[in-house]
């Protein structure tokens, strides 16, 4: 009970330090500690650990270069600073696995939530690495060139990062939960594949809009402080939302193909 309530403080303390750093606002803080607390409950020390690593390597790749990121910000329906939206966004399904496994500890549920992370990291790390690509980016309907920061947008050094993010999840998952190594390629691929879903989605049915007053094009529903016109996507498909579903998708994936794997 005691080492319970410790945990529990210093997953307090860490939404604290990422309100203070930043990294958080104050209602992401408080989503995040929520996060935190049923991964714990559901993963322990070892669940806490991998979402540690996903939101501490997100977080310095965020603010990695941020000066050169400024103008692509302005694109972007969020910045460096992540919301309570952007936490569910990125750990809601995670953390709603982990309630999940709490009561039933299957090996389709861990593996479910390790590609949450995975494709969660994937996706980070594409967007905020391969937007420093020094090259055009092509845009993945037309696979023409288009500026940094459009949805739908791919690049080598983008989907090299992306690779890259699901991997180090896949790896640290596999290590901390002694799984087997077929399991790491499971999540690596599901992990990435995450982030090629979030990348199709973006494309074709995320919201953009355009300023009315400077005419940029823009995640953003008000710019310039006014609100700006939606020119393309659905109705409540944000970046929020293709997020969500992304990762979602991606780990019901990989966990239908471990169920039918070890049944």
């Known amino acids: 009970m005691i080492q319970t309530i410790i945990i529990i403080l210093i997953i307090i303390l860490g939404g604290l330090a990422g309100y203070r750093e930043r990294s958080l606002s104050s209602n992401g803080a408080i989503a995040a500690v929520l996060v935190g607390v049923a991964v714990f409950f559901g993963f322990g020390v070892k669940g806490l650990l991998l979402l540690g690593l996903f939101f501490i390597t997100s977080s310095l790749w965020s603010k990695y270069k941020s000066s050169a990121k400024k103008e692509i910000e302005e694109k972007l329906a969020k910045g460096a ?24 500890q299957d090996l389709v549920w861990l593996i ?26 092509v845009y993945i309907r037309t696979f023409k060139p288009i500026e940094k920061g459009t949805s739908g947008a791919v690049s080598l050094l983008g989907t090299t990062a992306a690779i890259f993010g699901s991997m180090l999840i896949a790896f640290a998952g596999v290590w901390l939960f002694h799984l087997q190594i077929v399991h ?69 994936l990989a966990m239908i193909v471990i169920y039918f794997v070890t049944r």
């Open 81 to 104: 600073t992540r919301d309570w939206r952007q936490v569910v966004a990125n750990g809601g399904f995670a953390a709603l696995i982990s309630i999940i496994y709490y009561y039933q």
């Open 112 to 137: 479910g939530f390790i590609v949450c992370l995975a494709s969660s990291n994937s996706d980070t790390w594409a967007s905020e690495i391969g937007t420093l690509s020094k090259r055009k980016p």
């Open 184 to 252: 790491f390629f499971v999540i690596l691929l599901f992990g990435f594949l995450g982030n090629i879903i979030d990348t199709l989605f973006g494309a074709y049915y995320q919201q953009v809009y355009i300023c009315n007053i400077c005419g940029i094009e823009t995640e953003k529903n008000v710019h310039c402080q006014t609100p700006a016109k939606r020119i393309k996507g659905y109705h409540l498909v944000d970046n929020d939302m293709v997020n969500f579903l992304s990762g979602s998708i991606a780990a019901l």
